[in-house]
């Protein structure tokens, strides 16, 4: 009779855990910006898993975000031209707001010669983005900004030529992070 209550215990045990261990994650915090700073994260999806997308902050090269890893970025409040390169160049105007975080995604596309990048912000209203959000802060590992020594002054003249180019011609090709665009959490959306 002992034994038949040990057994059962360790079943009573041994389920309770197993319950507890397979609860799926639902709610993730996210890193918070320093007071009176912004944040941004910067994602990488979709074609291209063995390309480095590079990403600046108009003159400032943020990094190579590699496949499995995501970007997450301090900044001063205010106007920022984010833009990503690959085969082509993608820009995002950003009015971003003191103590908030938002997300843009770098997003590989097929390309002529190799993968291009679309770079578009993320909208906390939209179920698709939330979900994307969540996926990428769940599997990914996170990167943060480090100051580098590269040298991309080329590279930068010729993105900024471009840009001003597409400005100069009213282009809807250049995308709108608005102030309101903000994340609380990457926690998994539900319909």
């Not at 994602?43 to 943020?62: E, P, S």
Request: hydrophobic share 35%.
């Amino acid at each position: 009779m002992e034994s038949l209550k040990k057994v059962l215990l360790f079943f009573v045990i041994f389920s309770g855990l197993s319950t507890v261990f397979a609860q799926k994650v639902t709610t993730q915090s996210i890193d918070k910006p320093s007071e009176g700073k912004s944040l941004v994260y910067i994602l990488k999806t979709g074609a291209g898993a063995l390309l480095n997308f590079r990403v600046y902050d108009k003159d400032k090269f943020l990094g190579a975000i590699p496949s499995g890893k995501y970007l997450v970025y301090e900044c001063e409040p205010g106007e920022h031209l984010f833009w990503a390169g690959s085969e082509n160049r993608d820009y995002v105007e950003a009015n971003l707001e003191p103590n908030s975080v938002y997300v843009l995604n770098a997003e590989g596309q097929m390309g002529v010669f190799i993968a291009s990048v679309s770079l578009r912000p993320l909208k906390p209203t939209e179920f698709r983005d939330k979900k994307l959000f969540y996926q990428v802060v769940k599997n990914n590992t996170k990167t943060v900004y480090q100051p580098s020594s590269d040298d991309k002054a080329e590279n930068i003249a010729k993105a900024i030529e471009k840009y001003n180019d597409l400005k100069s011609r009213n282009s809807n090709k250049i995308a709108v992070l608005s102030s309101d665009m903000k994340f609380e959490n990457a926690d998994k959306p539900t319909k």
